[in-house]
């Protein structure tokens, strides 16, 4: 990273040091909310996307344009790494990743390759070409944790209640343990193939970790995603870690390894600051949903978050979760100048 990037408003933030302003990006800032985003995907397939690196570069660097955020974050998937290391899977429209054949048994998970970081040399390429044209604008690599991959591989896709997940952590915890400590095995792979090329901070995305009770998160989650975080401690980079649903968790995924942890609407920043502790930063944490409001309510309430957001040591601003695609572009444009002019 260079000087600029670590000077930068938003690694700075992030490290808990003195800033102008609140950084503003947003989950899912390049995505269907923009038109130019729907424009470039026409009749492109979501993991095609993510594997053509022109059409990454261009899909990140749209909201940058558009909204002048402090931070870019590549377009990507969470499941791109399983699909670089052998599971066959889709990521169909409407639905999101769909796995022919989910994870379930001991043979199942032996069956389970590792990530060579060669399978996904097109991340690499997209983020070195990315550096250039985002100059001073820091680039967020991310992944999903692997309790979050885990639950797309045994339910087979989507699920609202992760009964078959819950069903082998609880009922077979040796199998799951062998699952999740593969996964962190990709995840961190493919972590390391982003930091290596170049970007300024990771995002690890435990999506769905809010399914849980602190008690199940501590002995069944913690040790994989902690194994993770640990392997970038040397990076030099922030690591921010987020979930939704996950205020009883906040502890823990701090204590997890986050530099930063992401907040999502539920839980006031203040009071996650007291929960997760004075050494950690925070990010967050408006509701998706009242940008659908009247200008005014968006206004007062982006100010409550900033004002909240200043009991932490540092604050980057964004969403309690991405933005949905319903969303006017132009809201989120004057919501970063609000922002920076708190």
């Not at 390049?30 to 979501?46: D, F, H, N, T």
């Not at 949903?289 to 009991?311: C, D, K, N, S, Y």
Request: glycine fraction near 10%.
């Amino acid at each position: 990273m260079t000087k600029s990037l670590h000077d930068s408003v938003f690694v700075r933030a992030c490290r808990g040091l003195s800033v102008p302003h609140a950084p503003v990006w947003f989950m899912r800032q390049a995505g269907r909310s923009l038109p130019e985003y729907r424009k470039i995907r026409e009749g492109v397939g979501m993991l095609e996307s993510c594997r053509r690196p022109d059409l990454v570069t261009e899909i990140t660097l749209q909201p940058v344009r558009r909204h002048g955020v402090d931070a870019a974050i590549l377009f990507s998937d969470i499941v791109v790494p399983l699909a670089a290391a052998g599971v066959d899977l889709d990521i169909v429209a409407g639905t999101g990743p769909v796995v022919a054949a989910p994870i379930r048994t001991a043979a199942d998970v032996a069956g389970l390759g590792p990530l060579e970081p060669g399978a996904v040399g097109y991340v690499d390429e997209a983020v070195r070409m990315l550096l250039p044209e985002l100059g001073e604008i820091p680039l967020i690599g991310f992944a999903g944790a692997p309790f979050t991959l885990a639950s797309y591989l045994i339910e087979g896709g989507p699920s609202r209640t992760y009964l078959k997940t819950k069903a082998m952590m609880y009922g077979d915890p040796d199998l799951w343990n062998t699952l999740c400590s593969r996964l962190a095995d990709i995840t961190l792979a493919f972590l390391r193939v982003q930091v290596n090329a170049g970007v300024s901070a990771i995002q690890l995305f435990d999506s769905w970790a809010g399914a849980l009770s602190e008690a199940d998160y501590r002995r069944f989650v913690l040790p994989h995603s902690a194994r993770v975080m640990g392997g970038l401690a040397d990076a030099g980079v922030p690591r921010i870690h987020f979930g939704v649903g996950t205020g009883v968790l906040l502890e823990a995924m701090g204590e997890a390894g986050a530099d930063v942890v992401g907040v999502d609407w539920r839980t006031p920043l203040d009071r996650a600051t007291k929960i997760i502790g004075p050494d950690r930063a925070v990010q967050g944490n408006l509701d998706p949903a009242i940008l659908f409001a009247p200008w005014e309510v968006v206004e007062r309430e982006a100010r409550r978050v900033v004002a909240e957001g200043r009991t932490a040591p540092g604050h980057v601003f964004n969403l309690g979760h991405g933005v949905l695609p319903e969303t006017d572009p132009e809201v989120l444009t004057r919501l970063v100048d609000v922002v920076h002019n708190c």
